[in-house]
């Protein structure tokens, strides 16, 4: 007695993907990967530097904010590993300290930290260790302009006026 199924038989039309059909996908995967990698860095450089402008500019508001609103000085600088002196680059933690750093300072007069970042290079174009602002929020003596790099040949440059505003300069930098 014969069954009608087709049980044992194999069928002229199997599922699955060939050979070739499977090296085809795969070279236009790794053709689109290539492709996007570059943009993928790019983001990542223009991620990086607009961190690091955030940051300063973070920084400087709030000790402009607190020297006006608390009537005292403040002054931003970059923090030794100790968090006890000023250091000597912008990259590192940034501090912002009530009062005068002259002669160090003490850890109650932090008013805030703000942790640095390592793949980003920042340096000050006045070469000062801090900038302090008055008692009206003004930066006397400490304008100037912070040029900001990260991995690629384009940074950023903020610029601090002596009325203690920081600003982004429009045209990119050579690094």
């Avoid at 014969?2 to 069928?11: P, R």
């Avoid at 983001?43 to 961190?51: E, I, P, Q, R, V």
Wanted: hydrophobic residues 40%; contains cysteine; aromatic residues 6%.
């Amino acid at each position: 007695m014969k069954c009608g199924g087709t049980h044992g038989q194999h069928s002229s039309h199997q599922r699955g993907f060939t050979l070739i059909e499977m090296l085809v996908a795969m070279l236009l995967m790794t053709a689109m990967i290539a492709w996007l990698t570059p943009s993928v860095q790019a983001l990542s450089h223009h991620s990086l530097l607009n961190s690091e402008v955030s940051r300063l500019r973070s920084a400087f508001a709030l000790a402009r904010h607190t020297a006006i609103s608390q009537r005292t000085k403040v002054t931003v600088c970059p923090a030794s590993a100790n968090l006890t002196t000023c250091a000597s680059t912008w990259g590192d933690a940034l501090v912002v300290i009530k009062g005068d750093v002259e002669d160090g300072f003490q850890p109650d007069d932090i008013l805030r930290v703000f942790p640095g970042q390592a793949a980003s290079y920042t340096t000050y174009s006045r070469g000062w260790r801090h900038v302090r602002y008055n008692v009206l929020g003004h930066t006397s003596g400490y304008n100037g302009s912070f040029a900001i790099c990260a991995t690629q040949a384009e940074g950023k440059r903020l610029v601090l006026s002596q009325l203690g505003r920081l600003r982004v300069d429009e045209a990119p930098i050579d690094c």
